[in-house]
Structure formats: C-alpha cells, structure tokens
C-alpha cells in the first residue's frame, strides 16, 4: 500500500466530499435541515483525531476519532458514526486487522481483473493464506456493521455474533444494489449502507453512500 495511504487521507477524502454536498444534505433533512453540516462536523473531528493518531494502528485510530465524536452530545449523527468506529475498531483489534492489509482487500474486490492476473500457479499457497486472511477481513466488518444494527437498535451488547437472519439481509441488500445497477464500487457502498444503521433514513442513507462511496474510492 502506497505510505501515503492513511486513515487521514481516507478521512480527508470523506470531508472533501461531504464540504460539496453540505448545502444539499441540509436541504435533504426534513426535520432540523442541518445534516449536511453534522456531516461534515463528524469528518473534520475524525480527520483531526486520525492525524494525532496517525502513528497508531487502524484500530486505535478508529477508537480516538470515536471517543471525540462522542463527545458531540448534540450531533445525532455523530453518535451514531461514534458507535459505528468503536465497533470496527474492537473487531479490528481483535482480528488484528491493519490498514495495509485492508486497502489490498478491497481493492480485490473493485477490481478482480487485477487480482486473477497477481499471482501465478506457482503462488498456490499464497493464494490460501491470502483468502484465509480475506475471509477474516470480511468476518471482522460484518460482525461490526451486525453489532451496530443492534447497538442502534436497542438489542442485546455487542458480541461479535453473526446470526443467519443478519447475513441473510446483507445478500438481499447485495442483490438489490447489484438490481439497481452501477459499477463495483456503488454495489458495495449500497450493501454496506442498507446492511447498517445508516440506512434507515432517507438523510443519513445519502450521506452514508457519500461517505462509503468516498472511502471506496480512496482506497481502490
């Protein structure tokens, strides 16, 4: 991964976005019309803690940029982004996920053409170890995106649990974005946004496919 590749520059990334389409998420908020400006708000607060942190690992990071947004008592919003980094990050930290690893993982994802072409018949063996790792990967944000669901939800704490009705929603949400139509990357942010708490109101779906969108795209 390229070193100038870090959880600010992806955060940086997000902000950049969201400073463009302020005026429109406000407008997008029925209720207080200030969503866009809550947005943005939460990513130059997360932007700041990932840059005082940014010779931390992933997971610490994330939980610096969770424990400042909290501290938005009345940004909505932010709590819920807060949660949302907390968990990923505990999943994270306990599967000993990094940054450098993460990137390539999801750039295999948007771009496959790249990955069939890596390795070489002789790489067997790196293959498996690289899709055993992969398999962790995607263990490690479906187990935080389920905790979230259900930190937002109100339902039992956090345990890392993946229950088949959960994972059945993720592949409708899958199949649904891939109806919709649109390149890998807005297949993914759909999924990722339907499947999580940043679904569940027109506002924060739009600007929960900005942020993924814009993450995806920094990455890949």
Known sequence: MPSSVDLTVLFEAVAAVLVQEQDSLNRADDTNQD???????IFQIAVRAASEKRDADLADAMQSASEQLRLLQG????????????LLAEQFRSRRVRLEELVPYVQAYLHPEREQTRLHPEQTGEEERSKARSAEILKAMLSALADWERAESG???AN????MGYLFGVGMAYLQAKQRGGDRTQVLAETVVSASPL???PHRHRS?????TSLLQAMG
Do not use: I, T
Request: no cysteine.
């Open 160 to 163: 890392g649990s993946l229950d």
């Open 208 to 212: 929960g496919m900005l942020v993924v």
């Open 75 to 86: 940004n909505g919003s932010a709590q819920v982004y807060a949660r949302g980094l907390s």
């Open 155 to 157: 339902q039992a704490e």
């Open 199 to 201: 679904g569940r109101l």
């Open 35 to 41: 969503h866009g400006d809550h947005m943005v708000e």
